[in-house]
């Protein structure tokens, strides 16, 4: 079955750097589209950012310059480098997998996903 298994979580300073990895078992990253979401204290999940089944990349206008999202297929892991972190980047992130067969309209909705990591808290000190 699909696991997908977050880490690299923490607490950091404003400014400060944190990589975010989402390892995959029970599929091929490289096929599919994969995302990261977040969570903060009574918000809803937003989009941060995903990689597409083709390649391409999109991220969320609060994180777009700031963070990346990559995947290395040998190691089939998703990666979230994030860069200059804020406050606001307070969350449980989570990494997804995006609905086989679905069509690629909804890559910013948490409904489009199909399976979800536990998510890994990033907590930034101002």
């Known amino acids: 079955q699909v696991q997908l298994v977050e880490s690299g979580g923490g607490l950091v300073q404003t400014g400060g750097s944190l990589r975010l990895s989402c390892a995959a078992s029970g599929l091929t990253l490289a096929s599919y589209t994969m995302a990261w979401f977040r969570q903060a204290p009574g918000k809803e999940r937003e989009f941060v950012a995903c990689d597409t089944f083709i390649r391409n990349t999109y991220y969320s206008d609060s994180v777009k310059g700031r963070f990346t999202i990559s995947k290395d297929t040998a190691k089939n892991t998703l990666y979230l480098q994030m860069d200059d972190l804020r406050p606001e980047d307070t969350a449980v992130y989570y990494c997804?997998?995006?609905?086989?067969?679905?069509?690629?309209?909804?890559?910013?909705?948490?409904?489009?996903?199909?399976?979800w990591g536990q998510g890994t808290q990033v907590t930034v000190s101002s």
């Open positions: 997804a997998k995006y609905t086989a067969g679905r069509a690629v309209d909804s890559y910013e909705q948490p409904f489009g996903y199909e399976y």
